[in-house]
Each structure stands twice: as C-alpha cells, then as structure tokens.
T-cell receptor, first 111, second 113 residues
C-alpha cells in the first residue's frame, strides 16, 4: 500500500489559517487522498477527500499537487474545536477497505 | 439521524475473562469495520463486513478474537480469554458502501487488569 508521511505535530493560533501537509510520493493513479481527524476521546471524523483536483467543503479545503505526490489540508480559520489528530490516508480506487491510519499530525490551536 | 453507537463505552475486565463489544451501525449502511487503537498509536484494522459477503478477518490478531454481524446490522466483537495486551479502544465504523466515507462510533475503552 502507498504510504503517507505527515509531521508529528503542528501549532496554530485561533482564527488563523492552518496548512497541514502530507507527502505521498508513491501514490498510484487510482489512489484517492482522504483526510480524517480525531478529536480527543472520540472516533475519527471524515474531513475531505479528492483525487486530482482541489476540493472545498464546509470544513476545509484540500490542495493536491499537480504530480499528486503531496497534498495540503487547509483550515481557513482555526478554532479551538479544530484541535485534533489529522490523518492523511490513501485509498485504492476510493475503497475504504482496510484503511491504514498512521500516527497523523497532532494540531494544537492556541487561543 | 443517529450515528454509530457502541456499547459499553468503558469495560474493565480481569485477565482470562471473555468480553463482548457491540456496534450498532447507521441504518442502511452495508459496510461495517472494526478497528483497534492502542494508547498513542494509530488505528489498526481488525475485520470488515460488506453486505452478505464473507467478512475479511485478516486483521484479527489471534484466534481469541471473533466477530459477527447479524441481519446485516448489529455487530459483536468477542474477545476470549482476555490478555493485558488487549487493552485498547475498540472502534467501529460503518459506511453506506465501501467507497463512501466512514462514520465512526466513539469506541469502547477496554481495560484488562
């Protein structure tokens, strides 16, 4: 399975944008890029996903590099409730079958 | 509507006892997944159910672990003769089908003393 690499932790200030990077240099043409986040004491929560084009939804934006070897999750205005572990995951053909969650990026948001 | 429900939320048991963990997926979701998360670690895939197909049990760590899904809805994960290394948060997720986003429950925190 193609692997992703994320920083262990990042810090942001409230109401500022946050850019969470993910490297996936061995991504294949049919791999989708998914982001989930896990708030303290909760199960993971879907954030966004994409294949080639940049994507926007009410939670975040996903910017995908032209060569697809990296992507960035963008939180436009961080809030304290965005403090969580963010996971970048590749899914083969978009299938959720046997998703591999790494250790993700722990985002701390300062008031 | 209701999300994925897991029970109990916390379970403390003695080494060697059997435990059953329950998952109620979102109604209509055909795919159901069990994951395990040990302290400070990522999620570890355990088992996957899709409709009436045979489940993929390839992630179960030993034959002490088993799971079933009755009527295509509720699922039970059973751990026999629990060991201390079984202590973890057990997470259940469901999706409308395998290509749709996962919805996770809040998990069952299992502590084996």
């Amino acid at each position: 399975d193609a692997k992703t690499t994320q920083p262990n932790s990042m810090e942001s200030n409230e109401e500022e944008p946050v850019h969470l990077p993910c490297n996936h240099s061995t991504i294949s043409g049919t791999d989708y890029i998914h982001w989930y986040r896990q708030l303290p004491s909760q199960g993971p929560e879907y954030v966004i996903h994409g294949l080639t084009s940049n994507v926007n939804n009410r939670m975040a934006s996903l910017a995908i590099a032209e060569d697809r070897k990296s992507s960035t999750l963008i939180l436009h205005r961080a809030t304290l409730r965005d403090a969580a572990v963010y996971y970048c995951i590749l899914t083969s053909g978009g299938s959720n079958y046997k998703l591999t969650f790494g250790k993700g990026t722990l985002l701390t948001v300062n008031p | 509507g209701a999300g994925v429900s897991q029970s109990p939320s916390n379970k403390v048991t003695e080494k060697g006892k059997d435990v059953e963990l329950r998952c109620d997926p979102i109604s209509g979701h055909t795919a159901l997944y069990w994951y395990r998360q040990s302290l400070g670690q990522g999620l570890e895939f355990l088992i996957y159910f899709q409709g009436n197909s045979a489940p993929d049990k390839s992630g179960l760590p030993s034959d002490r672990f088993s799971a079933e899904r009755t009527g295509g809805s509720v699922s039970t994960l059973t751990i026999q003769r629990t060991q201390q290394e079984d202590s973890a948060v057990y997470l259940c997720a469901s999706s409308l089908e395998v290509r749709e986003k996962l919805f996770f429950g809040s998990g069952t925190q299992l502590s084996v003393l």
